[in-house]
């Protein structure tokens, strides 16, 4: 089984709109982190947003949120008022439990912002 | 300016030949990481170190070699072994191997 499924191979949005990247993932361990990246098509990973498992509130970084439903697995990244620069490949990934070795990247969505 | 450098940006390979890849980090950072991605695909993590000195095998390490001698320097040398090598490379690190992954500018290497 997959540990990242990201259904959603390319999206687009209207500049200024919100939009919802979908991310699942599985695991039987209690411990695990949840992160997204961005990737232009300069090729860079940058790093957007981290949730952890046990945290009990959603983490938000500036226009990025994290839509973090345990029962259901998932980690949906949600980027408000959309920006031009924000098309770009977005990816999800997972660093399985507490020793940390077990990082898992999903296979990614293409973001194209609309003017 | 802190950051993870690799060098070079593009690089060209007969068949046959070794590579050497070049990853540097000034952060400070513990743990280090190289990744391999292939067109519309996620990242495939080839090795990884927890500190100097020490590094464990990814999920595809066949066909490459690491070293990890100095904290801020994780080469990595594509060998002859490595039977599809064109690809995208890149270099990460960590303050530990549990936090979050900061990845450098990625080198493309095409084997002619």
């Known amino acids: 089984a997959q540990k990242i499924t990201q259904t959603q191979p390319g999206m687009f949005v209207q500049e200024k709109e919100a939009v919802t990247l979908d991310c699942t993932y599985d695991t039987s361990d209690p411990s695990y982190g949840l992160f997204w990246y961005k990737q232009p098509s300069s090729g860079e990973m940058i790093f957007l947003i981290y949730?952890?498992?046990?945290?009990?509130q959603n983490a938000t970084e500036g226009r990025y949120s994290l839509n973090f439903q345990k029962a259901r697995k998932s980690a949906n990244l949600v980027i408000s008022a959309s920006q031009l620069g924000d098309s770009a490949m977005y990816f999800c990934?997972?660093?399985?439990?507490?020793?940390?070795?077990?990082?898992?990247f999903g296979t990614g969505t293409s973001l194209t912002v609309i003017p | 300016d802190g950051g993870i450098t690799q060098s070079p940006k593009y690089l060209f390979r007969k068949e046959g030949q070794n590579v050497t890849l070049s990853c540097e980090q000034n952060l400070n950072h513990d743990a280090m990481y190289w990744y391999r991605q292939d067109p519309g695909q996620g990242l495939r993590l080839i090795y990884y170190s927890q500190i100097v000195n020490d590094f464990q095998k990814g999920d595809i390490a066949e066909g490459y070699s690491v070293s990890r001698e100095k904290k801020e320097s994780f080469p990595l040398t594509v060998t002859s072994a490595q039977k599809n090598p064109t690809a995208f490379y890149l270099c990460?690190?960590?303050?530990?191997?549990?936090?979050?992954?900061?990845f450098g500018p990625g080198t493309r290497l095409t084997v002619l």
């Open positions: 949730q952890g498992s046990y945290d009990q």
């Open positions: 990460a690190s960590s303050y530990t191997i549990t936090d979050t992954q900061y």
């Open positions: 990934a997972m660093r399985e439990g507490l020793t940390g070795n077990q990082f898992y």
